[in-house]
């Protein structure tokens, strides 16, 4: 209790002693700049009711509906088989244009990331439900484990792009090494 009633009265001293100091300091430096005004509370409604609303702009959705759901709640989820199971996690989305989600790229096998293949399995496959927090989404997913690891795995754009650079890097060095190597070549004479 005394301990209680020490915290509270130090509490109070460092909260008032700023304040205390900062007068004392104005009035006896001629240097200091001058007390910062505080907005007087009575004028603070008066000021609020001179100000317009925001006004919303076309096609904005100030609330989320319920029965949607955002990516953020959803990449980095957890999928589950009908029994239960998790089966893997939510890597990203495939995203159509038109702003549809096409796909979910699940990360499949592997331990802590490393060994992890990513498979894309169409959107409507899945069902989706809130968690009871509303701060996640449970996706099922009609599919064991053993299954999606022995699906084929996803490759993106991206990745389809930097194969086929590598393919060519490839043939252009093998051509490269077989021109080098079709002429044989005298060695040099050493002294």
Known sequence: MIRTISYAALALFLVSAPASLAQNATANDPA?????????????PDAAAKESPPKPIEGQIILQDKSTFLASAIIGGSVYSPDNESVGEVNDLIVKPTGQIEAVVVGVGGFIGIGEKDVAVALDRFTMEP????????????????????????????????DAEYERQSALLNTQYEEANRYPTVPTPTK
Do not use: G, H
């Open 32 to 44: 200091a700049p001058p007390p910062i005004a505080l907005p007087d509370a009575a004028a603070a």
């Open 131 to 162: 968690t009871d927090d509303l701060a996640s989404t449970k996706l099922v997913l009609n599919a064991t484990k053993e299954e999606l690891e022995a699906a084929p795995s996803f490759k993106s754009a991206y990745m389809q792009k930097l």
